[in-house]
């Protein structure tokens, strides 16, 4: 009897899911270029159920989300996650270790991650009926948290005896990590709706860490530069500001009609390595 194989593709697919937004972006793996990026955003937050109106009109859209891929990886983002040290995680206790800081619902699937460095794992809410959708269409997937993504990439960075504060800037949210010397100080994930708000949550984290505004070093990634306001008010309290350099070991093709911001999509272009 012969049986057919599925033909190699060599293309990586990566999605990212946020209420407030959706990116896609495909990797060649075998010449290392991004043949493939969409970013939507939102004029509002939406719940899952829109969500995956929007997911389903993209790719009834987008011929290409409709090729064959021979993997598929999903970053969810939200809020509903907390960090767990390895040693004291017990999968049967999972809920518990997120019922202080996020409502669970009866019906909400929690998943974890765990983390390739510092022996943490990350307890967090997937929106299930996004899993579904992306099952029925490519069978088995790797799904994983956007937090634990960051963690891993940014204590991969050379570090020394000095915190490094990270910023990672998206829609009306941000992501901030603190590591020292290769170890994750604090995480934590932020609403703000005005430029006050924005500069509240980083003043407020440095005092709790006792750390001089004027001193440390905050790096921004994410959707901002020098010319936003909120850069500004954030300048008028702490000096020492900078946009790291990164690089991706990739090529981009000239079919990729949007430009694809390099840092605003940091975790869904390390989530292909």
Known sequence: MVTSKKKKTFLKLSIQVSLNGLSFCVLNTENKTIVFYKKETFTAQLNPAK????????????????????????????SFYSLVPASLFSEENVSNYLKFNTKILRTDFIAYDELQVNDIVNVYIPYTNIINYFFDRYGEFEYRHSITVLIEELLKLPGDDEPKIYLYNRNNEYDLVIVE????????TFSYSTREDFLYYILFTAEQLN??????????????????PFYKIAYDYVKNISFPDIFYPFEYSETIEKPLKQSDEYILLKSLL
């Open 181 to 188: 010397n290769g170890e994750l100080l604090l995480c934590n």
């Open 211 to 228: 750390l001089d505004p004027l001193e440390m070093d905050l790096r921004f990634l994410g959707n901002i530069d020098r010319d936003s």
């Open 51 to 78: 969500v995956l109106a929007e997911i389903k009109l993209l790719y009834q859209k987008e011929s290409g989300l409709q090729q064959e891929v021979d993997e598929v990886i999903v970053i969810f983002s939200n």
